[in-house]
Structures are given as C-alpha cells and as structure tokens.
C-alpha cells in the first residue's frame, strides 16, 4: 500500500452558483495547501447571525478543486482517497459525478475512488462545503484536516485494519493482541501470510508471529497475533513509552501491503475505591476542555501547532484533555501519544435536539452509529485515549427516550472497543430545562442567554438545583448506562452521590475555573 498526502495544489474558494459560473463571473480563489481553513479569511459581520459564537463569521459556501494524474498501471489497484474532517456537510465529485457525501464536519472517511477515476489522463475532484448557523463556536470550513492518496494492491490491510490491544500487563511480560483485517477486491481467492513484528523505541524486534490467511473474492477476513513482550516499557502520563507494530502481507515473494502503527502498553482500571488506575497507579485527572481551533490559524489542524497546544498543557500541569465537543483531530491523539496527555475524546454535542439552526442534530439519527465507528477506528490504537464521551449537555438525557438514545450510543461504543470507558457530559440544568421553572419554584426559565452563561449567572442556585431529587430521579438511566458519569458544574452531587450511588464513578467533565482550588479539594475528598 502506497499512502501519499493528498495535501497540495488544491484550488479553495466561496462556491460559485451554477448562473454565475455560466455568467462568466471571476471565481474569487487562492491556490492552498492543506489543511486549509476556508472561513478565517472571510470578512466578518457584526450583523453575523450567531455573532460572538462563531467570532461574527458568517459562514458560507465553499469549494476545493484539485488536478491529479492517475497512472495507466493504477488500473490494477485499488485506489482511495481519505478525508480526516471536512466542516461540514461534504460532497465529494470525482470527475465530475457525485462520490460520496459526510454531513459531519468531525468525522474521517474515505471513498474507494476506482469507480470514478479515469486511467492513464489527468483527473478532477471536487469538494464542497457549507457552514452555517451550525455551532456554538467558531468551527472553521471546508478541508481543514489532512488527506491522503491510497493505492493498494488488490488484496491489502483495510484502513485503520491493524487494532492492538494489551489485555494482560505485569512488570514481567505483556501480551499484545493484534488483529489485523484484510480486503480482497480480487475475482480469486487468495491466501496470504501476514507476518507480525513488535518494534521498541530503539528500533529492536521484541516479539514476532507469522499466520496464513485465505480470503475469498470480494470478502474481508480479520488475522489475529497474541505476542509476548517480556519487561515492558509502560505507557503512562509521566512515561510515555511507545512500541510500532510492523505489519506486512505477503504471497509467496511478493510483498502486497505493510502497515505501521504506533501503539502503548498500558492498564486501565476503574472503582470507586481507588478512582482511576493506570498500570495500577491511581491518577487524579487536572484536565481541560480543548476545542479544535488554533486561534489565528483557525482551525487547520497543522501537527506542529496541534502539538504545542499539548506542550503548553503538559508545562502548565494539565495531564487531561477533553475534545470539546467533537473528536480531536490524528494530529493532536498523536501529540497526546508522544507527550503523555491523556484524552477523552467526545463524539458531538447534539443528539436530536439541535442547539442552533442547522446543525448535527438533522444528520445525527441517520448517521451517528457510523461517526461513531470513525471515530473509535481513528482513536483505537492510541494509549492517551483513556475515555469516550458520547455526548455534551444533551438535553434529552432527562428523558425516556433520550436515556434510550445513551444507551445505545453506549453500547455501541463498548461493541466496537470494551477496553475504554464510556462517558456522557451530563448538565443538570440543562436536562432539566424543560422544567427549570418547576425548579426553581415558578421562575423565569425563559432568559434569552447560552446555556453556559446561565449557569455562571445561576451560582449558588444552580448548586443546590443540581442535588434536586426532581434532578437525581430524571438523570437516574441516562447515567446507569454509563462506566463514567460526566458532570458540567454539578459538583455539589460528587459527595451526594457517593451515598446514593455508591457503585457510581465521576468525572467533573466541565467546571469553573474559578472553583479550581474548591474542586480540587473534592476530588481529593472522593476516591469514586
């Protein structure tokens, strides 16, 4: 398999209309290099719809075009082409005809190009975005996270094929299970050998294993490796040690396809007794909620800056991030990896009731279980990533049906990778909005404010609504479903909790800054 960035020579502008294009009208464009934020430049209104939100952008329309040639001999290969976020509702064209579409802007995919190409000439692609009353922060648009080029013999390891885990660590020995999923897009049935090596930081093989594998045509089959590593290095904030798995497939001498992926062995464990332990060690989480910007960059996910924002963490004594409130980008996991910056990565902040006009919330019933899938295959071999967040301040969770949706997504969650922990960023205030004037005794739920505001200008207020029981008996399944339960500024339940469900874990998913030295104190007071 040969991946190449896909990165350069892109043509990125304010999509043109059908009329005006026929109209002769100049196409106001710029020659880019990905990752390339379409919105920062952009002339900002103080007329914006979403105003302060989204820094008074106003959004639009935006479109990337690019030339490339495909080789003659590329007939034979299977060719994809890999997208790791586009904001947002993508639509791909390839040669002009419509390829693929992904109304999230946080999710990666990919599109098996083959159809489309056009061997041995030049071929076009297309990508249009829009970004529009969708968020409740500046999110940036169009390509904004890196792409590559994928050209793979016909029988060839699956993108993010190569999973491995570490189900039993001591100081002695570590087993590493690898399971690597082949594809098949031959008319013929193949048998092949996947050959299986764990390499150290200092470049040693530390342990091998070898496997036969027979796929039929147009099928997938999945290769497992249980590989012995004796005195590991352990994966932990203060010790960031890193292995490489080294995958190759082979027939006969032929070598189809190899695969490289960066990985750490380490334990997780969890109980209200001892909180969250890793490699046995209990570890008090000084975390911070990150949204995916970079200031003046915008939202281009450059490496080099994406792993500054880490450096500057780690230095200030942060040893936690939480994606707020859509998954970081591959970049930032692999800063978190290298520096030893732990991770919850969060899957979005809206389930079925939207929070602004056009946003996740139409896509999410039919698309959620699949950005999820994408969002664990991009996370799965990356030891920072210790906790998965199916939501935010979502304000179904204090109902029946939005308890069924946690549920679900949770579930979900644990089929696709049960070594993580599953959270939810519960707010009670916001569960509870509905009946917020039940709350507070017949006030005024009607203040015309983000939620967020409301509950800094609620202070003490908002404490004693959090340890309601008209608050515990609405939260009570949509928290059950969780390993985790995630509060925002509802720290007053981390001591009543402790009595009313004393099996239940917390994490103080978003809290004031100004609390800190108070929080800090009961973090310290309560283990769970």
Wanted: charged share 25%; net charge negative; hydrophobic share 40%.
């Amino acid at each position: 398999m040969i991946k190449q960035s896909f990165n350069c020579d892109w043509i990125a502008g304010p999509k043109q209309s059908v009329f005006a294009s026929f109209a002769g009208t100049a196409a106001d464009t710029k020659s880019v290099t990905l990752p390339y934020d379409a919105l920062r430049d952009q002339p900002r209104s103080a007329n914006s719809t979403q105003g302060s939100h989204t820094a008074y952008y106003p959004g639009g329309h935006f479109e990337y075009t690019k030339t490339f040639d495909v080789p003659a001999e590329w007939r034979d290969k299977t060719v994809i082409l890999e997208f790791e976020g586009v904001y947002r509702d993508a639509m791909v064209y390839i040669n002009g005809e419509f390829a693929a579409q992904r109304p999230s802007g946080y999710a990666g995919f990919a599109i098996k190009a083959d159809a489309y190409l056009r061997y041995g000439q030049p071929n076009a692609i297309a990508v249009q975005a829009r970004a529009h009353e969708d968020s409740r922060w500046y999110t940036g648009a169009g390509i904004y996270r890196n792409t590559h080029i994928i050209v793979a013999e016909p029988v060839h390891i699956a993108l993010d094929g190569v999973r491995i885990t570490t189900p039993d660590v001591d100081a002695e020995h570590a087993v590493v299970a690898v399971a690597t999923t082949l594809e098949n897009d031959s008319r013929f049935t193949r048998t092949v050998r996947v050959d299986t090596r764990i390499i150290g930081a200092d470049g040693t093989v530390v342990a091998n294993g070898s496997a036969p594998v027979t796929l039929f045509p147009g099928t997938s089959a999945v290769s497992r490796a249980r590989l012995f590593v004796a005195s590991p290095a352990l994966w932990s904030p203060d010790s960031p040690a890193l292995y490489d798995v080294h995958t190759t497939v082979t027939e006969g001498d032929d070598r189809l396809d190899e695969d490289r992926s960066r990985f750490g062995i380490r334990t997780l464990q969890l109980d209200p007794v001892h909180g969250l332990r890793i490699n046995g060690t209990t570890i008090d989480l000084r975390g911070a909620c990150v949204h995916h910007d970079n200031g003046p960059l915008g939202s281009a996910a450059i490496a080099r800056a994406e792993e500054r924002r880490v450096e500057i963490l780690k230095s200030a004594g942060f040893n936690a991030i939480r994606s707020s409130h859509n998954p970081l980008s591959r970049a930032m996991l692999d800063a978190c990896d290298r520096l030893g910056m732990l991770v919850m990565d969060e899957l979005t902040d809206i389930w079925t009731e939207g929070k602004s006009a056009f946003d996740y919330s139409l896509a999410f019933p039919e698309w959620w279980e699949r950005d999820l899938e994408a969002m664990i295959a991009k996370d799965f071999n990356h030891p920072s990533v210790i906790m998965y967040s199916i939501g935010n301040e979502i304000f179904e969770v204090g109902t029946p049906i939005g308890s069924s949706w946690g549920r679900k997504l949770a579930e979900k969650a644990r089929c696709l990778d049960d070594t993580r922990f599953v959270t939810n960023a519960l707010n009670p205030l916001v569960a509870m909005m509905d009946r917020l004037g039940e709350l507070m005794g017949g006030g005024n739920a009607d203040q015309p404010m983000d939620v967020n505001t409301m509950i800094a200008s609620m202070g003490e207020m908002m404490r004693k609504l959090s340890t309601s029981d008209l608050v515990t008996q609405a939260m009570e399944e949509s928290a059950a479903v969780l390993d985790v339960v995630g509060f925002n500024y509802a720290e007053t339940r981390y001591a009543l909790d402790a009595v009313q469900f004393p099996n239940r874990i917390i994490v103080g998913s978003e809290t004031f800054p100004g609390h800190i030295d108070e929080l800090w104190r009961l973090v310290r007071a309560n283990p769970h």
